[in-house]
């Protein structure tokens, strides 16, 4: 994310970054919208969002629902999101830059 600068994040962006995380299939569509794909901001929290999200339903199937109390945590994501912040998700968001996704 540091690639963009974030004086160029519109309050589109910011909306669609925070549902992102709010509805993972808007993450999906996100990605197949070219206009939006092609903004850094946008297409970087939709892929955050949906690892976030992967990991997330593991972790709760794993741990029988336990660990469901982490999904407050994309509520939390989604605000950060909106106010146009840049989120570090601890292991996910260096997962993602090794792994050239955004």
Known sequence: MSQAPMSDVTADDKLWAMLSYLIPIVAIVVLFMEDKKSRPYVKFN????????????????????????????????????????????????????????A
Do not use: E, R
């Open 46 to 101: 939709a892929v955050q969002s949906l690892v976030a999200s992967v990991v997330i339903s593991i972790l709760t199937g794993v741990t029988l629902g336990c660990g469901g109390v982490l999904g407050f945590a994309l509520f939390y994501w989604a605000y950060l999101a909106y106010q146009g912040q840049d989120i570090k998700i601890p292991m996910i968001t260096d997962f993602i830059h090794n792994q050239g996704w």
